[in-house]
């Protein structure tokens, strides 16, 4: 608890309020969204920008929103360099929380891959996903896809 005297015209007052202490994450964050209010609630985050995001994220612990926001990632609006980066981070974070398991690698292109774990009756659920329309939760055949590669394997 912190006592501070304000002298408000010719009366003086006692405060006493705890005041929490921000991060200066928290306060280039704040910074950064109200120089650009207009942009960011309009375009989406750039592919650098949700990377960056990511990462902070994994380093943070938080593995499962970090794979969510690389999720968001459009490789149609990024440079090849960004959805390499995008990928490779994208991939060690799948292998960093589906690395155990039977999960497989499925990919569909430069910036494209899903994250599947079989369900034992002939279908995979989508557990991660970068650059498509799939999203964790949605059952797609295990017939229907070609080149499904283990994720621990030299994928």
């Given at each position: ?25 928290e ?25 960056h995001?990511?990462?902070?994220l ?5 593995v ?75 059952l ?16």
């Amino acid at each position: 608890m912190t006592t501070a005297t304000l002298i408000a015209g010719n009366r003086t007052m006692e405060t006493t309020e705890a005041r929490p202490r921000r991060s200066l994450e928290e306060l280039v964050d704040r910074l950064i969204d109200a120089l650009f209010a207009a942009n960011t609630e309009t375009e989406e985050p750039t592919a650098t920008r949700s990377i960056h995001e990511a990462r902070r994220l994994r380093q943070a612990g938080d593995v499962d929103t970090a794979l969510a926001v690389l999720g968001g990632v459009n490789p149609a609006r990024a440079t090849t360099r960004e959805v390499r980066w995008a990928f490779s981070e994208w991939k060690a974070l799948v292998k960093r929380r589906f690395g155990g398991g039977d999960a497989a690698l499925y990919t569909q292109g430069a910036g494209r891959a899903a994250a599947l774990v079989p369900q034992g009756n002939g279908t995979l659920e989508v557990v991660a996903a970068l650059g498509m329309r799939w999203r964790p939760g949605k059952l797609v055949s295990e017939r229907s896809l070609r080149g499904l590669r283990p994720l621990n394997g030299g994928a």
